[in-house]
């Protein structure tokens, strides 16, 4: 039986949790559990006596491609210390001791970044590494990469990493969706202003009058300048979270086409309104708690600005496609 769409994300954020819990060794154990499902070459790297692992964690022989795995408790404040792991273990432990054993060809610095991003100093320092020794790839491998790796597991795989799925049925009162993650990440952020005096939005308006909005048209149009948010929360999650909170607005906008549709005999003069507020009213929906209700709303907004920009939700103009 195939994991539904709600049953893949709980099993995410279930993932996440294990990401944000796991350190040192921890850390370790899981990437090496989730790559030995996923590569049929991987290895991992038992350390030998006062020898240690020679700077490899594990690696794939046949494509010489390895791995070192660096798992603080506070990755924020590990910058330095990762940069001078890097430095000192390529050069002086891998590269000298396992180049005889598999060419290396590519270094994946595994990093548990607990989705905060990399910096520019470590991933610079890999970029050095990569033309210095004429490597196909020196890159940084993050906490969304190995979910990634993790959401492309055959389910019984994923079960067996996160212990089980419990059904969204038996959790009614647990907002877990990719929709609360996003409102849970915006609510906390700091505006910068600076950001939002320097977007432009071509062709936004035209949009607008193309699918009849109107009374709700300035609530794109306020909240066009603040979905930088968005793309902040996108570039420090995996591509699985990216594609689902996609194709969910897209979801959405296709029922709110089914709630009002073209072949309708009613006035179609305030469809495009009336969609716009089943999509909203679908993304936040009011539980009771005015000021919650409020900043839900707020992201909301964002959100469908977003995506109103990219064309996933509400049409394109004819003479606006390339």
Not at 8 to 20: D, S, T
Not at 246 to 259: F, G, P, Q, V
């Amino acid at each position: 039986m195939n994991m539904t769409p709600q049953e893949k994300q709980l099993a995410r954020v279930i993932f996440k949790l294990k990401i944000h819990e796991a350190d040192g060794f921890a850390y370790e154990n899981l990437f090496a559990k989730i790559m030995n499902y996923a590569r049929a070459d991987f290895r991992k790297i038992r350390p030998y006596g006062n020898q240690g692992d020679r700077g490899n964690d594990a690696y794939e022989p046949q494509a010489g491609r390895y791995y070192q795995v660096f798992a603080p408790e506070d990755p924020g404040s590990k910058t330095q210390e990762a940069i001078t792991k890097v430095e000192k273990d390529f050069a002086t432990k891998l590269l000298p001791y396992w180049n005889s054993v598999a060419p290396v060809r590519e270094y994946f610095f595994v990093f548990n970044d607990k989705y905060r991003g990399a910096t520019y100093p470590l991933e610079n320092t890999l970029a050095a590494i990569r033309v210095t020794h004429n490597l196909n790839r020196a890159q940084v491998f993050l906490a969304p990469h190995l979910e990634d790796v993790f959401m492309g597991l055959d389910e019984d795989k994923i079960f067996m990493i996160v212990g089980g799925v419990p059904t969204p049925e038996s959790l009614p009162n647990l907002d877990y969706g990719i929709i609360a993650e996003v409102i849970d990440y915006v609510r906390t952020q700091h505006v910068n202003h600076a950001l939002i005096s320097n977007l432009t939005a071509p062709d936004f308006d035209k949009k607008i009058q193309f699918n009849g909005l109107k009374q709700t048209a300035c609530y794109l149009q306020s909240k066009q300048f603040e979905t930088y948010q968005i793309d902040e929360y996108l570039s420090r999650n995996s591509d699985f979270a990216k594609a689902n909170l996609r194709d969910h607005l897209a979801t959405l906008y296709s029922e709110s086409l089914n709630c009002y549709p073209e072949s309708s005999p009613f006035p179609q003069d305030d469809f495009g309104d009336l969609r716009f507020v089943t999509i909203m009213e679908k993304i936040a929906p009011l539980r009771g708690n005015p000021d919650y209700d409020r900043l839900r709303r707020d992201v909301a907004l964002i959100l469908m600005a977003k995506y109103f920009e990219t064309c996933d939700i509400f049409e394109e103009p004819p003479h606006a496609a390339t």
